[in-house]
């Protein structure tokens, strides 16, 4: 990296760290946008110009993950104990959980598939650095047009980065507006070649969506109008995983929004053998819930608040 890149970062870093100053703050002085003073700030962490290190203490409920292991027929499971925390802390330690997990099980040789989130994303800036230059890391779907450092081509980028491995970017949104939009955009020979590197991925990190409207990325970002997640809603919707909705049974529906998806497809993403779901917090229970019954994870980091209520309807 040029040195006057080196310089800039260093001292957009400063004025963060050093004086205290907001990224607003920073914005109005630089005379950069907000988005790219944290796309400054992310890059100073990622070049080790800002190096950040708390060990948080993870209190962990055994029992729970035990008693979710047994009836859900999960790998593993790592349950947070949340007591007071609020719930940014919450889904900040539950990604430092993850990330603790993932990298006892990374190896060499290894292809990881990456939907969104943000739990995903705390859990993607909690690896440690390491050096595995055969590592493939991979976009499960398109992108979903969240806030940049939660989307997945962000995710997959800085995941490969931390562990000195290659990435493939999914150049294409999400959901588009028809069927016919998406079998044209499957057709390009660089989709095609993305969804055929899905297809042989050892392990894959995704985050767990609700049809809450105050917590789902697809309503935020203007994927899912109102009226549409009221209408999946409606059809028995409780949840979604890379854009596919599910019931509280884990059964996909089969719905016209299946038909306007760019991503890996259900079949591909249960063959994958290690299949990560990282989500907490109560707006979660149902589509994790009904995440397990489907078969959609078979490793689980989540709170005790969700894991208890999983244990209660299993």
Request: with cysteine; hydrophobic share 40%.
């Amino acid at each position: 990296m040029e040195l006057e890149r080196l310089e800039l970062l260093a001292s957009i870093a400063k004025m963060y760290f050093e004086d205290g100053l907001t990224q607003d703050q920073i914005s109005l002085r630089s005379g950069y946008s907000r988005s790219m003073v944290s796309r400054f700030l992310s890059e100073a962490r990622e070049n080790r110009i800002v190096e950040i290190t708390i060990n948080y203490p993870l209190e962990r409920n055994e029992a729970l993950e035990t008693a979710l292991v047994n009836q859900y027929g999960l790998k593993v499971a790592r349950v947070l104990a949340r007591r007071t925390l609020s719930y940014d802390q919450m889904v900040r330690r539950l990604g430092i959980l993850a990330a603790r997990f993932l990298d006892e099980l990374v190896g060499p040789g290894m292809t990881i598939g990456v939907s969104w989130g943000m739990a995903l994303s705390e859990m993607v800036n909690s690896v440690s650095s390491k050096s595995y230059l055969d590592i493939h890391v991979v976009q499960l779907n398109g992108s979903a047009g969240t806030d940049t450092e939660y989307d997945s081509p962000w995710l997959v980028q800085k995941l490969a980065r931390s562990y000195g491995g290659r990435y493939g970017i999914l150049s294409a949104p999400l959901i588009v507006d028809s069927a016919s939009t998406r079998e044209s955009l499957l057709k390009d020979k660089l989709i095609q070649g993305m969804m055929m590197s899905v297809e042989d991925m050892d392990i894959a990190l995704l985050g767990v969506g609700t049809l809450d409207a105050e917590f789902s990325s697809l309503t935020l970002s203007g994927y899912l109008s109102k009226e549409e997640s009221a209408d999946l809603e409606k059809a028995g919707a409780v949840g979604y995983i890379c854009a596919h909705f599910y019931d509280i049974n884990g059964h996909l529906l089969n719905h016209p929004i299946a038909q306007r998806v760019i991503g890996v497809s259900p079949q591909t993403l249960c063959s994958a053998p290690i299949r990560l779901g990282v989500a907490g917090g109560h707006q979660k229970i149902l589509p994790v819930l009904g995440a397990l019954r489907g078969g959609f994870l078979n490793v689980l980091v989540t709170d005790d608040v969700v894991a208890g209520e999983l244990i209660k309807r299993s």
